[in-house]
């Protein structure tokens, strides 16, 4: 994510290169997870530390990105070069949080692994900011932005070396197909993880609709503001403090209470809770447009990021040590599947936008907003029906 920009501008010059920019890097983020997910988990369960598939993985960012700040000091970088580091640091962006998911219990334990997961969360806005900071000093200049980038994954592959966990041994092979098929068994067959994996599938589909229409709802404030000089400061802060608040608001609710209720009475609560606001964007138009703009972005943001940290330590803590990568792997391939096949469902809220015209309001939003509402709520049944068999580990650990 940090190094896309610096590729961007450093790489394709003309029309054509920009197009498979575009096509590339959809392929890798999309394509590569519903492809190699669960194949990549099978792997990660069969190494015996797997602090190793994360070295491997910085190790590949480091040399994907070096290479292309060795190819610009000797004058001979090109933009197939470019495309080509883009699509490796996509495809290991998207993959690599299996293996990281997968070693993250044997090194914190049940007990911590809500306050990790939340840790792990925010520290990309953190490196965000940091890294905006050295781009500012460094005068935009993005071979040097970079190196910065090639010596930081440099010191995660050291950083990685450095960690050392009591993992239990590796399950002996049965094959690629059986190991899969046994992740994928486990899955279907244990109640809370098929009420999980249903709920992050269901949620996957719709995202592209909520995101379609938040963008919708966005240009409705910017015409506001447009219009009305006075409104000018106070959309930046509605666009801009849900993006950032969010994540932090997110991170510190799921610590200050997972230990009242557990992972996962936290995460269908708060599903309940935040996703109906969403239906305050088809107001962003009216008066008081700002106000229900942010509420409605920032509050099923803030839910999001609950559910998705509680949803992930529950998992980690049921899932057996050996199926961690397999049910991590077809997770990540499942909702990459549903992803893409949410692109679809876009399509309407633009068709909805051109129907309203030049009308003040975005309330022609609001169907496709309450359908996405409705399906997420309806996708938190299984949740809230699976409770009582949802003995939460994480919750028994820290208050036992």
Request: charged share 15%; proline share 6%; hydrophobic share 55%.
């Amino acid at each position: 994510m940090f190094a896309k920009p610096a590729l961007l501008l450093d790489g394709p010059q003309s029309a054509m290169d920009f197009r498979n920019v575009v096509v590339l890097d959809w392929a890798a983020e999309n394509l590569v997870p519903v492809l190699l997910g669960l194949p990549l988990g099978v792997l990660i369960d069969r190494v015996r530390r797997r602090r190793s598939v994360l070295v491997v993985m910085a190790l590949l960012g480091m040399v994907a990105v070096a290479s292309v700040t060795v190819a610009d000091g000797l004058g001979a970088a090109g933009g197939p070069h470019a495309l080509a580091v883009m699509t490796v640091m996509a495809a290991l962006a998207a993959v690599t949080p299996v293996g990281q998911d997968a070693y993250l219990p044997s090194i914190v334990g049940r007990g911590r692994l809500v306050p990790a997961n939340a840790l792990l969360s925010v520290l990309p806005q953190a490196l965000l900011l940091g890294l905006a900071a050295i781009l500012s000093l460094l005068d935009g200049s993005e071979f040097a932005f970079l190196v910065v980038v090639s010596v930081a994954m440099a010191g995660a592959t050291l950083l990685f070396r450095g960690v050392d966990a009591t993992e239990a041994p590796p399950p002996p092979r049965a094959g690629l197909w059986r190991e899969m098929a046994e992740g994928i068994r486990f899955t279907a067959k244990q109640p809370v993880l098929r009420a999980i994996t249903l709920y992050l599938v269901v949620s996957a589909l719709f995202a592209e609709l909520v995101d379609e229409a938040t963008d919708e709802a966005r240009n409705a404030v910017m015409d506001a503001a447009e219009r009305d000089a006075s409104l000018s400061e106070f959309y930046w802060w509605s666009v801009t403090v849900p993006l950032y608040s969010a994540p932090l608001l997110g991170a510190l609710l799921s610590v200050l209470l997972h230990r009242r209720l557990g992972a996962f009475r936290l995460a269908w609560w708060a599903v309940l809770v935040s996703q109906p606001f969403i239906l305050l964007l088809a107001l962003s138009g009216t008066d008081w447009g700002q106000l229900w703009y942010t509420i409605g972005e920032f509050v099923p943001l803030t839910g999001t990021i609950v559910v998705a940290i509680a949803l992930l330590s529950h998992r980690q803590a049921i899932t057996p040590e050996r199926l961690l990568g397999r049910v991590g792997g077809l997770l990540l391939g499942l909702t990459g599947l549903a992803d893409i096949l949410g692109n679809l469902l876009g399509a309407p809220v633009h068709w909805l936008a051109e129907f309203g015209g030049s009308t003040p309001t975005p309330l022609v939003l609001l169907p496709g907003l309450a359908l996405a509402t409705f399906a997420t709520l309806a996708a938190a049944v299984p949740l809230l029906r699976a409770r009582h068999l949802a003995a939460d580990p994480v919750l028994e650990t820290t208050t036992g």
